[in-house]
């Protein structure tokens, strides 16, 4: 739905107009934000790297967190994540030869304070 | 499944709220039980002993339900999300830190339930292992807690979340049983307020603790303060403490000379019921701040104070319902396609929750259309606290009906909120009742109307009874649901700049369900100061509202 409702029911709200209608609706969120990561989301690449990093700002429960690589064509490749090593990075090895076009890192993160948090890093793997 | 997962980012929040509350009535109770009924008890007559001692009791039992009910659901809520974005059997989560903490945490309330079944006062040997049961339950949240996560001062963090939960323990969780015993003969209700006192003065200290570790463990400037929404939900939270420290400071006297008359807690009794309303908002924030990342963690695209300034600056409201004749709109979309240009260039990684997924471009129609509706229901707002102030004074008999006003706003509802659908747009009403936002609207609207009747007829005299809480718990609630929203996992500086302006409306709510309870509660020189107080804060929410901008 347009923002302006959940907007609107808000103000509602705040005018006291009716506590229970819903107004706590707005953008969802959790813990874990990527810090840096390798690929940096939006590069452009002469090659791709051999192997994925992504740091966040807690740390992580490897065993329940999940990487993908999505390819222009939607196809998906589930990464493997390094166990252990940093607490706070996903490792995971890409494949040996990108094709040149769009990608996506998809990843989820279960936080070890139990937050579940996903995102995307999009990257370009450029023609030769 | 992906209604489920549309729902966990606010469910877990709400949940987190109750979660929290309860808990802290749990523990609190369980403090009053052992550190106050016990001892206390012995030097009581016994009728009054008895009945502390059942007080304690029952409160631990009530909590301690509520407690392990909400704990259970919010873990049962992770541990469904996680299975369904994993897409794996539950097995393979069973050793997931958060799911192995919250087993310990149930286990340990289930321990303090059984410790407080017997109906017996309880010995030297229960009340050790009842607090070593609520040690455990600290122990469990705090190692389930943000701190757990960090990569830096951990060990800093912990200790700050165990003070801080345990402060607020002492400090607002015996409240209910403290209202309770208050209702003791007075000798004793003097006896049982002046040691609480000491718990409290006890938890203050232990909150301000844990709040100077948070500071420099997850705010750490002044700028994180304002730019972000960690910082300013803190800030919110600060200022709740300080309204709870001046009620209690109200406390600590009257709880020194409790009158022998049977009226003589009264006053102290609103006092305790405003501080647990706003102890119930202070906790909806606490559980509200573990769905952002730390202020610390996010040192780009914080709001500048320039930026508040500009934003808060009044401007003329918009009156008229935008369209796109309207001059004003082409600049502003000009504003946002610049603002959606710096935005996409910057290139940071986003991050959401389940369920969420990046906000739909806003356009300067949008806006204009949020603003109006904002900008209107400001004037019936004020319209309301400056009726209800007339009304105050006595002197104006036909303003007495201003709950009248809330029905002009239930059809504004009605008919703005959807604009596609009947009676503004294209799909009709049946076809519109389809999608829940929309089913939420039209009940929002019918809700209000219901509201708006009671207290007019409560107003009239044709309505008596608890009907007549209606509209101060609304407020409370209101503004504790206002607090207790989801928020922007980045700096998303639209979002925060909503924010600011949102958190002040919800503590104004919150002040303004306070004090009408206390008007219609009485004691009258309490009542007469709520009067006045409360269309004052519906004023400054109608003004907050006709200067709200989006843009």
Known sequence: MPRRLSLARRALLAALVLALSGAVAGP???????????????ASLAAAPPQVTIRFNSRLDHARSRLLLIGADNA????????????VALTAPLPATLAPGEWRLRWQVLAIDGHITRGDIPFTVKAP | MEQFLDLYGFASVILHAMELVARTVLLGSVIFWVLLAAPLGRLMPPGDATRLHAIARRTVLTAGIASLVSTFLLGLLGFGALQATLDTGPGALLGANFVVLTGLDLLAMLVLLALALPREAPGRDRRFALLGAAVLVLVAVTFGSHAIARTEGRAMLLAATALHQAGAAFWLGGLPCLIAALRLTPPSARMAGQRYSLLAATGVGLILLGSAGFWF????????????????????????????????????RLLHRIPSSPGGTLRLRRFIEAEMAIGIAVLAVAASLTSVPPAMDLPDDRVTWAEITERFTPQWPRLTSPDHADLA??????QLDAEAQRREAAQRPQAFTPGEGLLPPRNATDIAWSEYNHHWAGIMVLLVGLAALLDATGRVPVARHWPLVFLGLAAFLLIRSDPEAWPLGDIGLLDSLRDPEVVQHKLASLLVVGFAVSEWSVRLGLLRGRVRFVFPVAMLAGGVLLLAHTHAISNIKDAQLIEL???????????????????LRGPPELAKVGRWLWPACLIGIGFLLLIYREA
């Open chain 1, 28 to 42: 969802a969120s959790a813990h874990a934000i990527v810090v840096t990561s390798e690929p940096t989301a939006g």
């Open chain 1, 76 to 87: 998906q490749t589930t990464l493997p994540i390094a166990e252990g090593g940093d607490p």
């Open chain 2, 217 to 252: 463990g997850f705010i750490g400037s002044v700028e994180a303060v304002y730019g972000t929404a960690y910082g300013s939900m803190a800030a919110s939270k600060l200022i709740m403490l300080a309204m709870l420290l001046v009620l209690g400071a109200m406390n600590y």
């Open chain 2, 329 to 334: 709109i082409p600049a502003l979309q000009a």
């Open chain 2, 501 to 519: 302006s949102h958190l002040p409306l919800a503590l104004l709510a919150v002040v303004a369900g306070c004090a009408r309870w206390t008007e």
